[in-house]
């Protein structure tokens, strides 16, 4: 709930009405609150592109302009009304009330407040949600955000227009982190100590290319994800896999001699790497 709240505070932040000149996806089955038939239109759209295409889903970190619009019935324009916005996110109904912010909503038609209230309601009324936000480090991951656009006007008292259909949006996981021992491979092992000493002997057609530690050159497609994935198998399923990958390097039954010295700053950060992949 913390971290809806937290989405409900940036929604609230970035919530300024204006149009973002892109042509929006029409929202389906346009009602009234009434059951009676209407003209209005409604649309928008979630975009990670600038407008260019719009989707449904979208990833964690994906920043996204989410925008929508009304198209009013003729005989309402330049009445005064009021906009509103509806989000449900999760199980929950918020609205956006005139100061920005999302309130939880009841359903109940008489405590919806409007976003935009007793304005003169234009042909088209414009409005954004977000604009180029990641709603996943927001509080929005994993869940789906339905969000519904209607207006009131004088000239209907009671009636409520609004798009039967939402726009949709449903926010990726938050990815795994990166094992400490992938970060300590691409930093300090990978360059100085796998292509500047080992791929010399330990790759195929090499040295020791017969042996259980073989890598590939930096000039294969994903050298590092393979190298690191070889050294991490073998530090886990050769016996005494971690005690050896320390002491080879130093000479310790090495055919390729000492090719770390003891207290060197290299042999220090291959030690830290080990212990890493030991704890991940």
Not at 87 to 108: C, H, I, K, M, T
Not at 209 to 229: C, I, P
Request: overall charge negative; aromatic content about 8%.
């Amino acid at each position: 709930m913390q971290m809806q709240r937290a989405l409900i505070m940036l929604l609230a932040t970035f919530g300024t009405w204006y149009a973002l000149g892109q042509e929006l996806p029409e929202l389906a089955s346009p009602s009234s609150a009434s059951g009676n038939p209407t003209t209005a239109r409604f649309f928008g759209g979630a975009s990670a592109d600038n407008g260019e295409t719009y989707g449904s889903s979208f990833d964690f970190n994906t920043p996204l302009d989410i925008s929508g619009s009304i198209q009013v019935e003729q005989a309402h324009i330049n009445t005064v009304g009021n906009l509103y916005i509806v989000v449900l996110l999760g199980e929950d109904y918020l609205y956006r009330d005139s100061e920005g912010n999302y309130q939880a909503w009841d359903l109940e038609l008489s405590t919806l407040q409007a976003a935009s209230p007793d304005k003169t309601l234009a042909s088209v009324e414009p409005l954004t949600i977000v604009d180029d936000v990641p709603l996943g480090p927001a509080g929005a991951a994993g869940l789906t955000l339905s969000i519904f656009f209607a207006y009131d006007t004088s000239a209907v008292p009671g009636e409520l227009f609004f798009s039967g259909s939402p726009v949709t949006v449903a926010i990726g996981t938050e990815p795994p982190a990166e094992p400490a021992s992938l970060t300590l491979y691409n930093a300090s092992i990978s360059a100085p100590i796998v292509q500047s000493r080992c791929v010399s002997c330990h790759v195929s057609g090499g040295a020791s290319g017969n042996t259980r530690l073989v890598f590939v050159r930096s000039s294969a497609d994903n050298y590092m994800t393979l190298n690191y994935n070889e050294m991490v198998d073998f530090i886990r399923n050769v016996p005494s896999g971690a005690s050896l990958i320390l002491s080879k390097p130093q000479g310790i039954g090495h055919g390729g001699g000492v090719q770390l010295a003891s207290g060197s700053t290299e042999l220090a950060k291959l030690t830290d790497f080990v212990e890493a992949v030991q704890s991940d």
